[in-house]
């Protein structure tokens, strides 16, 4: 390792800096060139510059390679100056991105106005079991009704909570003392009349890149699992202004990739045998376990649509820039996304209502409308169904379910002109950028294959990366024509990536069970809908849910507990 304050550690800055003056190149031709200048101990020759060519897959003239060498030895400061700064892990680029350019802003909405549906007056269920399992929907009548108090629920919760962890491995710190006050001053807010809507009293858990004062945020990584950030994430204050009650920090992958954490491996509550996927890993199984009325996930690839398949939860992934990411650890700054994971489709929407909107401190959290109950005309509604290798699938399975529910069902081509998983190399640098530091001091404990991203990517040239987002810009302009002809499209799994870098909002529901290696797990459904069109989404998926509703439905966890 060479040593910055060193004659060849000088010599290498030098060489950077007089590089990237002259444009020539990107950051991988420029350390090999520096790498070789090291090891002659002396200045650049044009030798060096033509050995190094082939990295970058650029090839100079002699003239080229002359003034590149001679322009290497002369400057030393700007690349010190930066790496002299330092950067604390909230500070984002000066850029964002937009899913919708030239859209014009719109104005401020309102939020907490969503209802749930009417249904007939529900009495509380006679176990505890029961009651733990039932949507938002159900859980807000029995609050509302004072039926149940929200201090009774919050520690059923608890409990719920204490008793599978060590089955499931979702928890990473119970905020009892939180959890408590908030449930006590709900119970006294509802009994005064003082109702804030259909979460008021209802505990969540929220996934730990969400911070909240006074307990720790660990980013599921054993470097900060001691770490308490002074700042309330804008999605936990929303929660708390709507009367949600905060019981517990949930695992996710280390920074945010897979079911691996410090605490171990989160598991699925369906076969515990299999992990719960990730990294919305404890987010998806204590939803779907009924240790949580709801969870609060985030995605930048695939993490709340994964563990809400394994775990046959409901997640929904909103459009890029509907929920602020304010107080939570950025992964992609590009890429990242908030959503909730439950039990039933309208409880996603309840959630959003109250989660949705600019904040002024997420510079891409924007302001759109959203309402629900939906008002959707079935007969209105198309759903696209991909072709497989060019065959039409409209006639099958799924597709037939949402026929018979009055949808219009055409066969779509899903995007394919552009290589979307060479795209998502701007993951990789984003993250590479954000967690610089890691890999410049060969950090890698519990990081799970991240360091091998860091390093990858601390490689990848500048040129390469905007030429990329080029590229997603001609894969958003091919989604937009999509949406022209569909509102919504049933996902056959290959989309995932694409329609993570156009933005647009994706939900997955459990329709029923199938088996796996002896073993009935969900069998789940995956919508995906226009940008910003997330209630026209979820009015299909609840019609869809509706049909093949099943209360008793619910991972045999017990079972599973009893059995060790």
């Not at 065959?391 to 066969?411: C, H, I, K, M, N």
């Amino acid at each position: 390792m060479i040593d910055p304050g060193s004659s060849a550690g000088v010599r290498r800055r030098a060489v950077l800096k007089a590089l990237t003056g002259l444009g020539i190149g990107g950051p991988t031709l420029h350390r090999a060139v520096a790498a070789a200048a090291e090891e002659a101990g002396g200045p650049v020759t044009p030798d060096m510059v033509q050995n190094a060519e082939w990295i970058a897959g650029i090839e100079f003239t002699e003239d080229e390679r002359i003034q590149v060498a001679l322009a290497a030895a002369e400057s030393l400061d700007d690349f010190d100056a930066l790496r002299d700064v330092e950067i604390d892990y909230d500070v984002p680029p000066a850029f964002q991105f937009n899913p919708t350019p030239g859209a014009a802003p719109a104005e401020e909405v309102a939020r907490n106005r969503a209802v749930a549906l009417p249904s007939p007056p529900i009495e509380r269920p006679k176990n505890d079991d029961d009651l733990a399992f039932l949507p938002v929907s159900r859980l807000a009548s029995l609050l509302r009704s004072r039926k149940v108090s929200s201090v009774e629920l919050t520690r059923l919760y608890l409990d719920r909570l204490k008793r599978f962890d060590p089955l499931l491995k979702c928890v990473v710190t119970l905020t009892e003392d939180v959890a408590l006050r908030q449930a006590e001053a709900a119970d006294a807010e509802i009994a005064t009349g003082r109702y804030r809507g259909p979460l008021h009293g209802v505990p969540w858990g929220a996934k730990d890149l969400i911070a909240h004062p006074g307990h720790p945020t660990t980013w599921g990584a054993p470097q900060f699992k001691d770490r308490v950030l002074d700042v309330k994430a804008t999605v936990a204050r929303r929660l708390e202004e709507a009367g949600a009650v905060l019981v517990a920090k949930l695992s996710l992958g280390a920074l945010a990739s897979g079911d691996h954490w410090h605490g171990g491996v989160t598991r699925n509550p369906w076969d515990p045998r299999q992990g719960s996927s990730g990294s919305s890993a404890g987010s998806a199984a204590a939803a779907a376990a009924g240790l949580v009325g709801f969870a609060i996930g985030s995605e930048t690839m695939g993490s709340i649509v994964s563990p809400s398949r394994v775990c046959g939860c409901v997640g929904l992934r909103p459009t890029f820039g509907r929920v602020s990411r304010h107080g939570c650890m950025s992964l992609a700054w590009t890429l990242d996304k908030l959503g909730p994971l439950a039990r039933s489709v309208e409880d996603c929407a309840l959630v959003l209502d109250a989660i949705h909107g600019r904040d002024g401190l997420d510079p891409t959290a924007v302001d759109r409308p959203f309402a629900w109950p939906a008002t959707v005309d079935a007969t209105r509604i198309k759903v696209g169904v991909p072709t497989v290798e060019g065959q039409p699938t409209d006639d099958r399975g799924d597709a037939r379910a949402l026929r018979a529910l009055g949808f219009e069902v055409v066969s779509i081509d899903l995007p394919s002109r552009c290589p979307a998983g060479a795209v998502a190399l701007m993951l990789g640098v984003e993250a590479a950028a954000m967690f610089d530091d890691f890999a410049r001091n060969h950090v890698e404990e519990g990081l799970n294959g991240w360091p091998e991203t860091f390093r990858v990517h601390q490689l990848t040239p500048a040129v390469e990366y905007l030429r990329a987002a080029r590229v997603r810009t001609l894969l958003m302009r091919d989604m937009t024509r999509l949406f022209k002809d569909v509102d919504v499209f049933l996902s056959r799994g290959d989309d995932l990536i694409v329609t993570n870098l156009t933005g647009h909002p994706s939900v997955t529901f459990p329709v029923g069970l199938r088996e796996r290696e002896g073993r009935m797990v969900p069998r789940t459904v995956t919508l995906t809908g226009g940008l910003y069109e997330e209630s026209t989404l979820l009015a299909v998926a609840q019609a869809y849910e509706s049909a093949v509703a099943d209360p008793t439905r619910r991972p045999p966890i017990g079972k599973f507990l009893a059995e060790g």
